[in-house]
């Protein structure tokens, strides 16, 4: 089995999910596991709508949904060709709407809000099932809430997943064409949740793993991963061959290709990720494996915004244990990830993402230490093989971006990881300006 996961651009329009069958049929795998996204823009269109109804601002909500109504019965009928298609479409369509509306009425809690936010893949996939019955292609429709579980820790549980997974896929032995929705899941306490934003993809390589597939397919609107960030710089390439640490890396500072997470469940159980484009689907894309195959080279580079820098100082620190423990475990406390650390004798600097706890967390830290904060910062990250051998490599970096102001440099964390801190203002000349030195 293969398992084929299309991207928001990849089911954004009905000429688009008209091409995903000829894909599909490509890839000669004796069962195929499709795994969509919301149409591009729905879950945007729906996280809308969630904040106007959590406003109360319920005229703005009704008008939202209205327009986004309209989009889909237009969407409807450019897909389905007969009136069968096109009323057995509408009629689930209206029944998402009215299920829409019927929030006007309540008190709207985080659970309503992801009731709303699961709708576009549910209507993505649904709208491709029956595109796909209107043709007489037989496939399963699988709701992804009868298996997709995350526990108290939104940590997903692959055993679950595959013991209910192949539960559902084996009551019907004789199909060969599953769908399922990506990004949506069950929590631990059986209500509506999902994978946060971009995790269709995470969806895939769940299902992928807890069915040890031949691959999981990743189909997107460029072919695979490139050596840079193609929004902001001009003649990236396309990488051939990346292996799991090396893509962890750079979907976790930025590439925005590739969930970060999605990278875990394949590399724990070995199963390859091939990273497609919708639009030229011969070209060969990237292959996500356990090999190492970049050896002595630069790989890529990815920046990662939304960054803040603390500096936390302290006379206590000097010749002192124990320093390094008491910042991390208010970190720990209040559940925020750091990124980034460097250290010196008398100071600590470190970088976090999530700021939801940044009061606490200062308070906290300044009943033994000054506490900077800088924000607006991005890690600009550059991947490759940084083994303690192959040197000249930090000196080719700070060449690059020397006329950048940099707040923090991480070198030999890891043996393909070299990350700058830098204001984000100046994030795209250094992308632009490592580009133009390493590729
Ligand atoms: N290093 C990179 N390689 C390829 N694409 C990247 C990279 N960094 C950012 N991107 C962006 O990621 C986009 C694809 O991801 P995404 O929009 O999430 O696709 P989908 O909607 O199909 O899931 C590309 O169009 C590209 O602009
Ligand atoms: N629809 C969800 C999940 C997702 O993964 O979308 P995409 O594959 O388009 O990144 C989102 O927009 O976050």
Not at 3 to 25: A, C, D, H, M, Y
Request: glycine share 6%.
């Amino acid at each position: 089995m293969k398992v084929l996961k299309f991207g928001g651009t990849s089911v954004g329009s009905p000429e688009r999910i008209e091409q995903l069958l000829p894909i599909i049929n490509s890839q000669q795998a004796e069962k195929h596991l499709v795994v969509l996204s919301a149409v591009s823009g729905t879950t945007n269109d729906l996280v809308a709508l969630s904040a106007l109804y959590a406003k109360k601002d319920i005229e703005a909500a009704h008008a939202h949904i209205d327009a986004l109504y309209e989009q889909y019965k237009k969407f409807v009928h450019q897909l389905f060709k007969t009136e069968e298609g096109i009323a057995e479409a509408l009629t689930f369509i209206d029944k998402i709407f009215d299920l829409f509306y019927q929030f006007k009425n309540k008190n709207f809690t985080l659970a309503a809000e992801r009731i709303i936010l699961a709708q576009g893949e549910i209507i993505s996939t649904t709208l491709f099932h029956l595109h796909l019955k209107e043709i007489e292609v037989p496939s399963v429709l699988l709701p992804a809430l009868e298996f997709m579980l995350i526990d108290e820790n939104n940590e997903p549980d692959v055993e679950y997943i595959r013991e209910h997974l192949s539960q559902e896929i084996s009551k019907y032995p004789e199909e060969k064409l599953f769908i399922t929705q990506g990004y949506i899941c069950k929590n631990a306490q059986g209500e509506i949740d999902n994978l946060r934003r971009g995790g269709s993809d995470y969806t895939a390589s769940l299902v992928g793993a807890a069915l040890q597939v031949e691959e999981v397919q990743i189909w997107t609107d460029i072919d695979g991963f490139h050596n840079n960030d193609p929004r902001y710089v001009q003649n990236t390439k396309s990488i051939a061959k990346l292996s799991f640490d090396e893509a962890a890396e750079l979907s976790y500072f930025g590439a925005k290709i590739l969930h970060p997470q999605s990278v875990f469940p394949a590399r724990k159980y070995n199963v390859p990720v091939r990273l497609l484009d919708t639009m030229n689907p011969t070209a060969q894309g990237t292959l996500i494996s356990g090999e190492t195959t970049n050896q002595n080279q630069i790989v890529a580079i990815a920046a990662k915004d939304g960054i803040t820098a603390i500096r936390i100082q302290s006379s206590r620190m000097l010749m002192a244990y124990g320093f390094l423990r008491k910042v991390f475990e208010i970190f720990e406390r209040f559940k925020t990830p750091i990124d980034m650390i460097t250290t010196s004798e008398v100071a600590v600097s470190l970088t976090i993402d999530e700021t939801g706890s940044l009061s606490e967390i200062v308070k906290e830290l300044e009943l033994f230490s000054t506490v900077e904060i800088d924000n607006d910062q991005s890690i600009i990250c550059i991947v490759g093989d940084f083994r303690k051998n192959n040197h000249g490599y930090a000196t080719v970096v700070s060449e690059a971006v020397k006329h950048i102001p940099i707040r923090m440099i991480s070198y030999g964390g890891s043996e393909n990881n070299i990350s700058l801190l830098i204001p984000s203002i100046h994030k795209i000349e250094g992308l632009r300006s490592l580009h133009n030195r390493l590729f």
